[in-house]
């Protein structure tokens, strides 16, 4: 069974900082691994998507691996802004219309 | 890409009454949905997968007579909360995942479910 950790559980920076949010998961025959950010009361939001035969992805200011070996991935957020303090959720899946794994999420705040 | 829309985004009923949540996918097909549940500051709980033209399946513990999952049709799935109680009382999210295999899972924006 697919087990995925966030540690910490929240986390606060200073304005400008870059960070790395971490993601381990138990079963290395993961498939996909995706990122999500959630405001309060709202739904999720894709970040970034790890297909299979990837390693990582970029999008603006964010960077995502994925090292299946070692069972990780990490979110990098580069000159951290007050607008980025959300929860950051990772999940992975086993197979195309398999289901989701989530992490518990950790909970960023950006300090001006 | 990938949009999922979800309705209504909140609701309060009263006890004992039944509530219906849509979830469309707009842009794409999806013959799986998923339907999630997540209480205050903690992950998405899944219930169960929705699949297009049968039974859906729950996960361990969910009630599938009080959970009604209906997914008639490529683009709508829809969840019945069944005789609401306030232990029913939570945040329920769909998801789907796009057609294109660099789609990943998209989720609805979420209903806040308020029993009274």
């Known amino acids: 069974k697919q087990e995925v950790t966030q540690i910490p559980a929240a986390l606060s920076v200073p304005e400008g900082e870059n960070l790395v949010l971490n993601c381990s998961f138990t079963?290395?025959?993961?498939?996909?691994l995706q990122w999500f950010r959630q405001d309060p009361g709202k739904g999720l939001t894709s970040l970034l998507l790890?297909?299979?035969?990837?390693r990582e992805q970029t999008s603006g200011r964010l960077n995502a691996s994925l090292d299946k070996s070692s069972g990780r991935s990490t979110l990098y957020i580069a000159a951290s802004q007050p607008g980025d303090s959300a929860t950051y959720l990772c999940?992975?899946?086993?197979?195309?219309?398999?289901?989701?794994?989530f992490g518990k999420g950790i909970t960023l705040s950006v300090r001006p | 890409g990938a949009v999922v829309s979800q309705h209504p985004s909140w609701v309060i009923c009263k006890s004992g009454t039944s509530v219906k949540i849509e979830c469309r996918s707009l842009?794409?097909?999806?013959?799986?949905m998923f339907w999630y549940r997540q209480f205050p500051k903690q992950s998405l709980m899944l219930m169960a997968t929705?699949?297009?033209?049968?039974?859906?399946?729950?996960e361990q513990g969910v009630e599938k007579d009080k959970f009604l999952i209906n997914h008639a049709s490529l683009t709508l799935s829809t969840l019945t909360v069944t005789s609401a109680h306030p232990e029913d009382s939570s945040f329920y999210i769909c998801?789907?995942?796009?057609?294109?295999?660099?789609?990943?899972?998209?989720f609805g924006s979420g209903t806040r479910l308020t029993v009274v």
């Open positions: 998801s789907a995942r796009g057609e294109a295999s660099n789609h990943g899972y998209t």
């Open positions: 079963d290395s025959a993961i498939y996909n």
């Open positions: 790890i297909q299979s035969s990837q």
């Open positions: 999940a992975g899946d086993t197979g195309a219309n398999s289901k989701l794994t």
């Open positions: 842009d794409f097909q999806a013959t799986t």
């Open positions: 929705s699949n297009e033209g049968s039974k859906a399946t729950y």
